[in-house]
């Protein structure tokens, strides 16, 4: 009769290990995400069709960006890597103390998220003008972007209250519903597009009304997910909690830290308005497509690695989150390489099968895809950051990666002005890019300190793998055009053209990665 300490070893060994368990939640997140994402593109074909690439695009989106800017610096990104090493460790103590602590938090958040709304509508020339310098010498586009701007304000306070509800559930291990959440905001846009646009003689006005509902519906769908983890959120005044200093010390440096792609892509939008009407909407669409894989792969691996570390790290294990760091670097790197080849080559036929109807021409669609290579440069950089800057905040490190923004958004301002002399709004682009890859060795310097090379033999092989495997599919692709002419007029084949290559494009990178000896990293992303 197997001992019970036998049986605790059988289980042990048969239990995930804490690197499957985060690849499992990266991969819940990322599908989750690509439902998002196939539902933002359709939006912005809708958006693309209504609005085109002229005045009211680039009204619409320089009043779109106000609030989203602040979102992604204040909310999203900001608030989940300052609360999930606290709550992790508080959960430790117990969960009465964390809920506690949550319910605090919320209180103060209300509070400051309502009092920023409402000083943002009422000071909202000078942030618009503060956005967009170039828009002020137009009396049309600024009139238009000032009132959608005050129109789509409010969305802000939403979307905070719903990203502290993302955070709490990262926590607890629950991807799903934040990464499906923002798939309801596409929602909304789309209806709004479809159904309230043609009754306004300003579709702009319909559009902005759709992001507000969007707003709610994002919120009020986390209450039931919070209740089966066991918290539901109760007004708190007991602000003198060591956890909200603590909270409070870790959001103030990574305010810029965690923004800084944003910063980055939010100056090359300022200085888009100080060239020729289109080139906000074209950083806009291209930023657009380039997220996706963003998403899929930096944001999704980012989002499941902060928790698995943080934990690791409350229970003083740091060989395992160094373990993990350095399997969530090789798999980030392996899977966006590809995606890196595919929208550099395939930018053309992305852009103009997704957005060439309407009253988007063909001549936006070359602008735009132009600007799309150029953020695809930058790409990898723009998920590693995502996931190194994790790992800080995994620790509660988050003035290094504050300092390395800083110094990314000054060599991006620099770049892009001297860049967008040459090549306009292509050199802005590219400015973001390379800034990017700044910030990115900056971050591997640093952990470097911290845990020692985040890059062993075992992963430094599979970044090389992908990387032969990359070149490859880009061969591929390259055959392609030559046998089969990208069709130019035909939607249809357009479509099954550019499913043709990504598709193709897939088959032969994972097939060159199973020759050069990646069997086993194939066999787990089919499980995934």
């Keep these: 009769m197997a001992s019970k300490q036998d049986k605790s070893n059988q289980r042990l060994k048969s239990a995930p290990s804490s ?9 819940k997140v990322g599908g989750w995400t690509m439902i998002s994402r196939i539902l933002g593109f359709v939006r912005d074909i809708f958006l693309a069709r209504v609005l085109g690439a002229g005045v009211l695009a680039d009204a619409f989106f320089v009043a779109f960006k106000l609030p989203n800017f602040f979102r992604r610096m204040f909310a999203e990104g900001t608030l989940t890597v300052a609360l999930v090493p606290v709550l992790s460790e508080l959960r430790q103590q117990g969960e009465p103390e964390a809920h506690s602590f949550l319910d605090a ?10 009092l920023f709304t409402l000083l943002g509508m009422l000071f909202m020339p000078w942030l618009l003008y503060l956005f967009a310098p170039g828009f002020a010498d137009e009396p049309e586009r600024w009139q238009m972007a000032l009132e959608l701007a005050r129109w789509m304000f409010p969305y802000l306070a939403m979307i905070s209250l719903t990203a502290m509800g993302w955070a709490v559930l990262n926590t607890y291990k629950n991807f799903a519903v934040p990464a499906a959440t923002p798939a309801l905001l596409n929602v909304a846009i789309i209806f709004a597009a479809v159904v309230l646009a043609p009754l306004f003689d300003n579709p702009t006005i319909a559009l902005a009304i759709g992001i507000l509902i969007g707003g709610a519906l994002q919120l009020l769908i986390q209450f039931p997910a919070l209740k089966r983890i066991g918290w539901v959120p109760r007004i708190s005044f007991d602000f003198k909690q060591a956890a909200i200093g603590e909270t409070l ?23 888009a308005t100080l060239l020729d009407t289109g080139a906000v909407s074209y950083l806009y669409y291209a930023d657009r497509i380039v997220q996706l894989p963003l ?30 760091l350095r399997a969530g670097l090789a798999w980030l ?6 995606a890196v080849v595919g929208a550099f080559y395939l930018a053309e036929p992305i852009v103009v099968t997704l957005f060439e109807r309407g009253a988007f021409t063909h001549a936006d669609s070359m602008a735009t895809a132009q600007t799309l290579q150029a953020y695809a440069v930058g790409l990898l950089a723009f998920c590693w950051v995502r996931l190194l800057a994790s790992a800080c905040y995994a620790g509660k490190d988050a003035k290094a990666p504050m300092q390395y923004a800083a110094l990314s958004v000054a060599v991006n301002i620099i770049l892009a002005l001297v860049l967008m002399q040459y090549w306009a709004y292509v050199g802005l682009a590219l400015a973001t890019s390379l800034a990017a890859f700044v910030n990115a060795l900056l971050l591997i310097l640093r952990l470097r300190k911290t ?24 061969g591929a692709l390259l055959g392609l055009s030559e046998l089969w002419l990208f069709p130019q007029h035909d939607w249809l084949m357009q479509a099954l053209w550019l499913t043709a290559a990504v598709a193709g494009g897939a088959v032969v990178f994972l097939l060159s990665a199973l020759i050069l000896g990646e069997k086993a990293l194939l066999q787990g992303l089919r499980k995934r």
């Design 19 to 27: 690197s499957s368990v985060m690849l499992r939640a990266a991969s």
């Design 295 to 324: 998403a899929l792969f930096g944001i999704a691996m980012s989002t499941a690695l902060l928790p698995t570390l943080a934990g690791h790290l409350a229970r003083g294990d740091q060989g395992a989150a160094l373990d993990d």
């Design 333 to 338: 790197t392996w899977l966006t390489l590809p």
């Design 249 to 271: 010390r870790l959001f103030a440096p990574a305010l810029l830290a965690i923004a800084a792609v944003q910063i980055n892509i939010l100056v090359g939008t300022i200085l």
């Design 105 to 114: 938090l919320a209180t103060l958040l209300l509070l400051a998220v309502l």
């Design 451 to 474: 845990y020692g090379s985040i890059v062993d033999a075992k992963s430094a092989r599979r970044m090389l793998t992908a990387m032969l495997a990359s070149l490859l599919m880009y």
